[in-house]
């Protein structure tokens, strides 16, 4: 069963890089057919997707993170990465890792997430 | 994007009783070469990750009660839990997978009455 783990620092100063990791067991990150998600919460409200990234290593950003965003692997260590840049207050959340298999689809890719991490806060403050 | 506008932000249902959340779409989402609505029903309950529900609109995730369905196609879908029982108190969130930027509903709170 596929196991997903953030990690990374729980404060970030603001304008600085927000940096995490997921790290994945009992899949891999370079299979065929999965898309590796990030998705955040910030606290007590709804979720935001912030993008994705296939074994190919081709990536789609939500347009509305301004190109603030990167999602890279690391297929020797089975981990996917976010990096976001120039935080602020705005971009304290819970920062969740997902996976959406191509399984579920049949002419067209979908992203239906099936597995989540259990998340990590961050938070943007001096 | 396409913008997901769910009802009731919260509701009270009565132990056994049916609860009844509504999803509306900015935009269609039910694809005509395949007849599939992109849209997916998660659960979150407090401290933990969403789990997703439904997705197609109506289909069944593997393990999901049978108290649990989803119904609707284009830009009008409804999450039905039939009996709700005390484990269903939760947030639930629908999630549109037409098209990217992929976006979620803003969440109804279930809880019990």
């Known amino acids: 069963q596929v196991q997903l783990q953030e990690s990374g620092p729980g404060l970030v100063k603001p304008s600085e890089t927000l940096s995490l990791t997921c790290s994945v067991s009992?899949?891999?990150?370079?299979?065929?057919?999965?898309?590796w998600t990030w998705i955040r919460q910030p606290p007590g409200k709804g979720l935001e997707w912030l993008g994705h990234?296939?074994?190919?290593?081709?990536?789609t950003y939500n347009p509305s993170l301004k190109s603030r965003v990167t999602i890279s692997l690391d297929t020797p260590k089975n981990q996917f990465s976010l990096k976001l840049s120039s935080v602020t207050a705005a971009d304290t959340a819970m920062y969740y890792c997902?996976?959406?298999?191509?399984?579920?689809?049949?002419?067209?890719?979908?992203?239906?997430?099936?597995?989540w991490g259990q998340g990590t806060l961050v938070i943007v403050s001096s | 994007d396409i913008v997901l506008t769910q009802s009731p932000d919260s509701l009270a249902v009565s132990l056994g009783e049916r609860a009844t959340i509504n999803c509306k779409s900015s935009?269609?989402?039910?694809?005509?070469?395949?007849?599939?609505?992109?849209l997916a029903w998660y659960q979150q309950k407090p401290g933990q990750p969403p789990k997703v529900l439904i997705y197609?609109?109506?289909t069944r995730e593997s393990g999901v009660p049978d108290r649990f369905s989803g119904s609707g196609s284009g830009t009008d879908f409804t999450l039905t839990i039939s009996t709700l029982q005390a484990e269903d108190v939760a947030v639930y969130y629908c999630?549109?997978?037409?098209?990217?930027?992929?976006?979620f509903g803003g969440g109804t709170k279930v809880e019990i009455e």
């Open positions: 997902a996976r959406a298999p191509q399984v579920y689809c049949d002419i067209t890719s979908c992203y239906i997430f099936d597995s």
């Open positions: 009992g899949d891999s990150v370079s299979s065929s057919g999965l898309y």
């Open positions: 990234i296939f074994k190919s290593g081709g990536s």
């Open positions: 935009q269609n989402v039910l694809y005509s070469s395949n007849n599939k609505n992109y």
């Open positions: 197609w609109a109506s």
């Open positions: 999630q549109q997978y037409f098209g990217t930027p992929l976006t």
